[in-house]
């Protein structure tokens, strides 16, 4: 497994029999306890939501494959599993990620005031080419926000990352926050091989996402009935 991450190509490999991967990317989110990171997991991977997610021991990962600009990218995305409680979360767990989900909780605002110490521990820990995304989850808590969303806004275009506010609840944005990260890796990943191609490969710096453009992604309106469409749950 450790082979396909980092990006690697893997031209002509059939993954079940039938699917051929062209990128293996490996996300993580991080995030204060209870922000809903495991939710927004599930949500993305599996389509699903629970009200008692328990938070589990030990680092798990789940996968979701999709198409992005005709290449088929399995997206590993880690969840943490709890370990963010103890500000426990190994350095092992960053190693080879090129994305990161930042998660806060728009209800809570610590976890908003803690989110420049996880982005210290993302520059320290994880390769200076990570693409970050910074979420602001619970949306659908119109009513108990405590973080307004231009604060993160500002935070996110100073910082340089790109930001969102999505629901794990009624699935709000949560795809959409994804395949931006996606896309952006896919850019940063397509850019490396273009510069290794030209030569270029000698450069300590090649393929880092200098000048990566601030693309905010603006919030939606959200509908807070939409339990309707949740699926049933298996945790
Ligand atoms: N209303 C609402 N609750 C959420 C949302 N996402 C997660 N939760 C709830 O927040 C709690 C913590 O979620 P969890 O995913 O376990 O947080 P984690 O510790 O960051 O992994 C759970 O009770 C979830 O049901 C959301 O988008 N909206
Ligand atoms: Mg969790």
Not at 26 to 54: H, M, P, W, Y
Not at 58 to 70: A, C, L
Not at 154 to 159: D, I, K, R, S
Request: aromatic share 8%; hydrophobic share 40%.
């Amino acid at each position: 497994m450790n082979a396909e991450m980092n990006g690697g190509e893997l031209e002509g490999k059939q993954e079940n029999g039938h699917e051929k991967i062209d990128y293996v990317f490996k996300v993580v989110v991080i995030g204060d306890s209870a922000v809903g990171k495991t939710q927004i997991l599930s949500r993305f991977a599996k389509n699903e939501f629970c009200f008692d997610s328990k938070s589990t021991i030990g680092v798990e990962f789940q996968t979701r494959t999709v198409t992005i600009k005709g290449k088929v990218i399995k997206a590993q995305i880690w969840d943490t599993a709890g370990q963010e409680r103890y500000r426990a979360v190994t350095s092992a767990y960053y190693r080879g990620a090129l994305g990161a989900m930042l998660v806060y909780d728009i209800t809570k605002r610590q976890s908003f005031d803690h989110v420049a110490r996880w982005v210290e521990e993302l520059r320290a820990h994880a390769d200076s080419s990570i693409v970050i995304i910074l979420i602001g989850n619970k949306a659908d808590l119109v009513d108990l926000r405590a973080v307004p969303m231009e604060d993160a806004m500002e935070f996110a275009e100073n910082q340089g990352l790109f930001f969102s506010e999505t629901s794990a609840l009624s699935g709000d944005n949560v795809e959409s926050a994804f395949f931006k990260l996606l896309e952006e890796i896919h850019s940063v990943v397509s850019k490396r091989a273009l510069d290794c191609d030209n030569g270029k490969s000698n450069d300590s710096n090649a393929g880092l996402p200098r000048g990566l453009k601030i693309d905010v992604i603006s919030g939606s309106d959200f509908e807070v009935s939409e339990m309707k469409k949740l699926s049933a749950c298996s945790c």
